[in-house]
């Protein structure tokens, strides 16, 4: 599955690992994400940080049309506010796939996967 | 002269400052808005962010700035609003860490306390970017920590850190090409500012009450912020501790018997003794108070010791909450999907309300409810579409004929039990439509063994089980299974039929003629059979039934 998107001169195909790198990025420079967490937490281990490589394997990308729902799977800092955090990384990662992509995103699902808590 | 010490208040002073300063600001800090998404609401954010720790710092009467600091950083995480308003939430977090269980702070405390917001601050990011309020805050601590080397003065301390503040903002367009590119500096870092200066504001106010008192108008509305959170629906009537609304305005130049000078914060801890919800200000010819209190009178004999009482004002918040009360009745409705339950028992209520039902019909197995009650309560939900739940198998019949007659589509969840109920609320998703929730909910049914205990009331023979008047039933899932003469025993008995190989969850409600403690008698009884379950007890307070168990 990609994203197609096309353009007077041709077509523009975007590769889920493309739109997943995109998606990680924005969310991983959210303020109070530590990490990006697997969507198969089990099979994965339940709290394994995503090292960058990774990134896919947090997100999955749904298209249709011109749109795609994203599903973002994060570690959150213990002590700060969920939600919020949860809001900012939904704006930023529209934003980024926006700006940088030219992707309307429909809904960007945030699941936080675990809460990891950083010494004081 | 040189200010060794920050205490609890100097502390309430800067933040009041500081929440001032900010909320002045929030717009033009709003226009810098460009990263790291341009929607410029970081003003608004920051500002949202630091008034709900203000008014947790106004309404702490605690003297130790450690505890106020706590209630500061506690109000901002829970009020975080945006990137701004978490990121400055955990830097208070820190700084609450660094001064927990202080009275006061000297200068080099109150520069590490800023640093050790820096330093938690800091963890919960994983790409730190450069030329934001981060690097400001961080800026800013390392001047107040060089500061703290040379001086005890807290004053100069918190010079430093502002002058630090300002002179990192200054280079954000240097770290930050996208700040560069718009011309502007970082907007989380200029809110931080602002909030810093307001700190420093507030600390070298030696006439603070000249620089920021809020005036008349500010007092009303505040006033009205504390009344519009306080006479929240949930609390009960009798709830309320302290019954009278009370404000008193006292003219502090008007001379009187034994008159006492006066002092602001003095004024304050007597009254604060006196009730709650205090808001009390002065300039040097008047003092306002606004004091929820069961003795007004208290309150006016006591401000008159300083002058004399000009306006005065009582509300009996009794009365005024049971007039809310009704009204919300009717209003609480304005919901798109409705689920109604029938049930008895206050701690019953409170349950489903937990769960996300929006009105319960007083009913059960004595009080059945009409087909014109439920459809009462549906119409005055006002809802688009309604579930309801009868929770007893009387009940079912009723609420089927409530859903043909009714204007809006109805759906029935046919639960036989209060126990039912509860677990086909757990697959209630208020966003699907009408037709799966009544699937989702009802394959739920399933899911869960029912158990009810209940007295007999006479002599009988029922599934070949003999019962004496005054025996404890035990009733699984409609018919009865156990006959005790103890009620412990019964119910112990009762859980054991109800328990199968995919069990994992026992929940016990107990009800009006039993307690806690016979539930956790049962529970005892039933670890020893039963080590790997879960367990879980509620207070229902339901009529009938001593026991409403649960096996999920």
Known sequence: MAVKIKTKTGLIDISNGVIATVVGSAATSNYGVVGMASKNAIRDG????????????????????????????????????ISEVSRNVQDSVKFNLKNQLGIDTKAVNVIVQSVKVLDE | MVLKEIDSKKFRDMVRVATHRMSQNAEFVDSLNVFPVPDGDTGTNMN?????????????????VGDLT?????????????????????????????????????AQELANAFSNGVATAYKAVMKPVEGTILTVARVAAQEGANKANETDDVEEVMAAIVNGAKESLKTTPDLLPVLKQVGVVDSGGQGLLFIYEGFLEGLLGENFADKYQPDKGEMDEMINAMHHQSVQSQLATQDIANGYCTEIMVD???????????????????????????????????????????YPGQVFA?????????????????????????????????????????ASGNGVRKLFESEGVNRIISGGQTMNPSTQDIIDAIKKSGAQKAIVLPNNGNIVMAAKQAAEVSDIPVGIVPSKTISQGLTAMLSFDADASLDENVE?????????????????????????????????????????????????????????????????????????????????????????????????????????????????
Request: glycine residues 8%; charged residues 25%; hydrophobic residues 40%.
């Open chain 2, 252 to 294: 502090l130049t008007a001379d009187v018997p034994n008159k006492k000078p006066f002092d602001l914060e003095e004024f304050r801890s007597h009254l604060s003794e006196l009730g709650d919800s205090l808001l009390a200000v002065s300039d040097n010819e008047v003092a306002k108070v606004h004091v929820h209190t069961e």
């Open chain 2, 70 to 106: 706590e209630s500061l950083a506690k109000g901002m995480l829970m009020g975080a609003r945006g990137n701004s308003g978490v990121i400055s939430s955990q830097l208070f977090r820190g700084i609450y860490k660094a001064t927990q269980g202080m009275q006061t702070l000297n």
């Open chain 2, 302 to 342: 006591y401000g008159s010791q300083f002058g004399q009482l000009g306006k005065i004002k009582i509300d009996n918040m009794r009365i005024q909450h049971e007039t809310i009360v009704n009204d919300s009745e009717h209003k609480q409705a304005d919901v798109d999907f409705a689920v109604i339950a029938v």
């Open chain 1, 46 to 81: 339940f709290d394994g940080i995503l090292n960058r490589a990774n990134y896919r394997r947090g997100v999955v990308v749904q298209s249709e049309d011109n749109e795609i729902t994203v599903d973002v799977y994060i570690v959150v800092g213990y002590g700060l506010k």
């Open chain 2, 440 to 552: 989702n909910m009802t394959a739920e049914l399933e899911m869960v063994v029912s158990g009810e205990v209940t007295k007999a009331n006479r002599d009988t023979v029922i599934n070949e089980v003999e019962i004496h008047q005054n025996d404890y039933l035990g009733i699984v899932d409609g018919d009865i299974q156990v006959a005790e003469s103890e009620l412990i025993p019964a119910t112990v008995k009762m859980v054991e039929k109800m328990v199968d190989e995919d069990s994992e969850i026992i929940t016990i409600i107990y009800g009006r003629d039993a307690n806690q403690k016979q539930a956790e008698q049962v529970i005892a009884a039933l670890k020893q059979q039963y080590a790997d379950f879960e367990f879980e007890v509620h207070d229902g307070g339901q009529p009938v039934y001593d026991f409403l168990v649960s096996v999920e």
């Open chain 2, 48 to 64: 949202l962010t630091i008034e709900s720790g203000a008014k947790a710092v106004a309404q702490n009467t605690s003297a130790s």
